[in-house]
């Protein structure tokens, strides 16, 4: 009998799950696991690096170019509303509600369908992947694909993931998605195969105000590392504990 690797997965979790094996198996599929980004096959180590993220809200203003790149670059679907990357805009009214929106993640541009005189204050919050040091998403992700790379980033290994939608799940920031096409979960790489060989994120370079800034933790002098010293830094969600590597500047207490 012909079977896939895939439907050979699907098989062998439905076995082990919950049984004391599966932690032996899961740690297995970890460490031979291959990058779902083609890496640079030049002199990049990703011993040497350590990648975080800083988004300065009080430049972003909603053009929502960082979302169009993103869907641009990493062939994430238009005709779909799914994102690895979008902004949000949070409107707070005199009176104290709060009114989220982000119409197709920010690429459709915002409408003003409220009053300026019943306005408090209003202002935008990108979103992405966190990227996170205690990611939940590897944790429930039960044959080991969803996995952290030595330089800080989170990927999945789409030869090994079977679609259960588990991280999706369990992720808390709304960051990854069911990719239709691959019959896999899927989520912002930071643009893996990009900054393996020296490049910024598309989301970083499309944005036309510096709101967002990408480099990396070990090197002292590296734009993120001098925000990270200058400004009040908050994340997202930090009772949590998945310790975000995504910093924000600007960050209101409004925004969850």
């Not at 369990?170 to 393996?196: L, M, Q, V």
């Not at 105000?209 to 590392?225: C, E, H, I, Y």
Request: aromatic share 10%.
């Amino acid at each position: 009998m012909n079977i896939s690797r895939r439907e050979f997965t699907k098989i062998g979790c439905r076995i082990v799950i919950g049984a004391a094996a599966g932690a032996t198996i899961v740690e297995s599929i970890i460490s031979n696991s291959i990058a779902a980004e083609p890496s640079s096959t030049g002199d990049y180590d990703w011993n040497e690096h350590y990648w975080g993220y800083v988004i300065d809200t009080r430049k972003c203003i909603g053009c929502g170019r960082c979302a169009n790149a993103c869907k641009l670059e990493n062939d994430v679907p238009f005709d779909e509303p799914v994102y690895r990357t979008w902004v949000e805009r949070y409107r707070v009214l005199k009176e104290g509600e709060v009114k989220i929106d982000s119409p197709n993640g920010s690429i459709d541009g915002f409408t003003d369908d409220i009053p300026a005189e019943e306005l408090k204050k209003a202002f935008y919050v990108p979103k992405i992947c966190n990227h996170c040091d205690n990611p939940p998403c590897v944790q429930v992700c039960p044959v080991g694909a969803t996995y952290a790379t030595n330089d800080g980033v989170v990927l999945v290994d789409y030869d090994y993931c079977i679609g259960c939608r588990y991280c999706i799940q369990g992720c808390p920031y709304g960051a990854r998605y069911f990719n239709k096409e691959k019959g896999t979960a899927d989520k912002c790489t930071w643009c893996y195969h990009r900054i393996t060989k020296g490049l910024l994120p598309a989301c970083v370079q499309a944005c036309p105000v510096g709101a967002r800034v990408f480099g990396d933790l070990k090197d002292p002098a590296s734009d993120v590392n001098k925000l990270l010293d200058k400004e009040r830094i908050n994340v997202l969600k930090p009772d949590l504990g998945t310790k975000p590597k995504v910093y924000y500047v600007g960050l209101d207490r409004e925004v969850r």
